[in-house]
């Protein structure tokens, strides 16, 4: 996850800071429409009014495009933490039945590659936490591949053996899916575009509002305040790993609880290097 989104300000302060700018906006409508209005058929045909309500009417289906890409994004999300918890609980126990001592390493290979996978949904996790947790994750797949081929030398071409194959192999391939549903995004030109037309809104309403000799700074702040709250809201979802608005972990968190405790000397050394971690 880049940097720069960890970097920007927490969503109360988001809204404040785009309050403020559409507030400056609209007092800058204002001031245009005192300096370039044409002051002498001001407010007579409604013609200004119109303008507005075409700009907000744009606003409103815009606001609704990207709400809609920033909760497709969440819900791939959850989905693939579902599905990641699923996948790894199956080859866990396709790796018991193997029955040797390369499956029950595998075991504890995957016990703790579940506890790599959960992400932190309770406090802000820093990009080099998550590209240190990443790495070591993609390090222990490798392992996982390891034990796998050695778990199944014994069985040969049995159909056991192609299970537990297959079982691993959806595990590795999730992690792609997962990760990448993780650091997807909201392209940034949509919102830096949607943002702006906020903006430009607001400045037209100030426009309007100068022309009509009003100034209704109260309705004006009720409507700025709403308009920064769901944009905050499309940017606080659009953060994953830093916002308010996090995806359940609950379906790894079981998982992980529902291990039976490692065996083997293999098992223990991967346990206690997690730990450690």
Not at 81 to 100: F, H, K, P, Q, S
Not at 117 to 127: F, G, K, L, T
Not at 197 to 221: E, T
Not at 257 to 262: E, I, L, V
Request: include cysteine; glycine fraction near 8%.
């Amino acid at each position: 996850m880049p940097a720069a989104w960890y970097d920007l300000p927490p969503p109360l302060g988001m809204a404040m800071l785009l309050v403020a700018g559409f507030a400056l906006a609209a007092e800058l409508g204002r001031l245009a429409w005192l300096r370039l209005g044409n002051h002498g058929t001001a407010g007579e045909t409604g013609d200004e009014t119109q303008l507005l309500s075409a700009a907000l009417l744009l606003l409103a289906l815009l606001l609704g495009f990207t709400f809609s890409m920033a909760l497709e994004r969440y819900d791939d999300r959850r989905d693939q933490v579902v599905m990641e918890a699923n996948d790894i609980g199956t080859a866990w126990l396709r790796a018991g039945l193997a029955r040797n001592e390369a499956g029950t390493a595998l075991q504890a290979s995957l016990a703790a590659y579940a506890r790599t996978r959960v992400r932190r949904a309770d406090a802000i996790e820093h990009p080099d936490t998550y590209a240190d947790a990443k790495a070591r994750a993609g390090a222990l797949r490798t392992v996982i591949w390891q034990q796998t081929e050695a778990a199944v030398a014994p069985l040969g071409s049995s159909a056991q053996g192609a299970a537990l194959v297959a079982a691993v192999n959806a595990v590795l391939d999730r992690a792609t899916s997962r990760d990448t549903a993780i650091e997807a995004r909201v392209p940034e030109r949509v919102l830096t575009l949607l943002i702006t037309y906020a903006a430009v809104c607001a400045f037209l309403l100030g426009y309007v509002l100068g022309a009509h000799g009003a100034r209704h700074r109260l309705a004006s702040l009720l409507l700025f305040t709403l308009l920064a709250m769901t944009v905050g809201l499309i940017l606080d979802i659009d953060r994953p790993l830093v916002g308010g608005v996090r995806v359940s972990q609950q379906a790894l968190i079981d998982l992980v609880a529902g291990f039976d405790p490692p065996s083997g000397a293999a098992a223990d050394g991967i346990a206690r290097k997690e730990s450690a971690k």
